[in-house]
């Protein structure tokens, strides 16, 4: 399969459209991740369907002192991954073409969202990634529009104004891709030195804590909702022969059985390894460590039941990275 270059709004909707548009939008630099969206989107337009992809580094999202000339542009490469992966359009405007005119007057606000964690952080950067989502909806008029999961607070907000401003575009989230190592896959990562994309990693190392202790936990309270609420509640547990569990028994079995595990104790565990980070050389510099509701990002309580996603981003040396695992608590695990 080849696929086409578009520059322009006009050569896109000359094009014959049969089947579903499938949309995946990009800033280039295109990698496995990339791909991975790709791939997924060929499958949900089918064969008689059209993969669209977008290449546009828009300069509404990038903040003062951020790296918006340094941001990669290699529209070469990912014309070819494109292509690989099963896209039928790389539709790559200039900021002319998306902004005629200048910078638009008229914006979307991302509203008390996101003005958390990642919004907190970067000021504006939710107005402007949702301004130039709007825009690039309208120019490719989608069917379905495929964004990673990796940027879980952009997910959200992207599906929060397609419900709230009736866009009538399906918004499907794919996982994210990580490399061998567990690192996130990031157009940011080619920044990374050798030593700091081992600091790096303890990013995903604190998730997969978090992670851990959540999953033992659960299985633990699973357990105890098994056997009778007394002594020998602790000691079936105990006999689950891991030491986690055997040291956490006697706690769980006292708990009422419909007790959820706690976010607490999540959050302890992937922040024990973003301490020891911080202390390496060159040092994780954390700017926050949030277990949130994915529906608002607020911070979830002890006792709470569903979906969360247990979210960080940090900077290693001038490269700051992000990354997100989702969790279930309660009944619904």
């Not at 939710?126 to 120019?139: I, Q, R, S, Y």
């Amino acid at each position: 399969m080849t696929a086409t270059l578009l520059r322009t709004a006009g050569e896109l909707h000359a094009r014959a459209r049969v089947g579903r548009r499938a949309v995946v939008m990009t800033m280039g630099a295109l990698h496995e991740g990339h791909a991975t969206l790709v791939r997924t989107a060929r499958e949900i337009a089918g064969r008689d369907g059209e993969v669209v992809v977008t290449v546009f580094v828009n300069p509404l999202q990038f903040g003062k002192g951020e790296d918006l000339d340094r941001y990669p542009r290699t529209l070469d490469a990912d014309l070819k991954i494109a292509e690989q992966a099963g896209a039928d359009a790389v539709f790559a405007p200039s900021v002319d073409e998306v902004y005629p005119g200048g910078e638009p007057q008229v914006r979307i606000s991302a509203g008390p969202m996101g003005e958390r964690l990642e919004g907190a952080s970067r000021p504006g950067h939710f107005d402007g990634m949702l301004t130039v989502v709007a825009k690039l909806l309208h120019l490719t008029r989608p069917d379905v529009a495929l964004y990673g999961q990796k940027d879980a607070q952009q997910l959200a907000l992207i599906r929060r104004m397609a419900r709230d401003l009736n866009f009538g575009v399906e918004i499907v989230g794919v996982p994210t891709v990580r490399e061998e190592d567990g690192l996130a896959l990031s157009s940011r990562n080619r920044y990374l030195s050798v030593t700091e994309r081992r600091t790096a990693l303890t990013l995903s190392q604190a998730l997969f804590a978090g992670r851990d202790r959540h999953a033992a936990q659960e299985a633990l309270r699973a357990r105890a909702r098994e056997v009778p609420a007394t002594r020998a509640r602790a000691e079936a547990l105990s006999a689950l022969g891991e030491s986690r569990a055997a040291a956490d028994a006697h706690a769980v079995a006292k708990a009422a059985p419909a007790t959820t595990s706690g976010p607490a104790d999540v959050r302890s565990a992937a922040r024990l390894v973003l301490d020891d980070a911080a202390r390496l050389k060159p040092p994780l510099e954390l700017d926050y460590l949030a277990l949130v509701d994915p529906s608002d990002f607020t911070e979830i309580s002890d006792g709470f039941t569903g979906e969360a996603v247990l979210a960080v981003a940090a900077r290693v040396g001038t490269t700051r990275l992000i990354d997100n695992l989702p969790l279930t608590f309660g009944a619904a695990s």
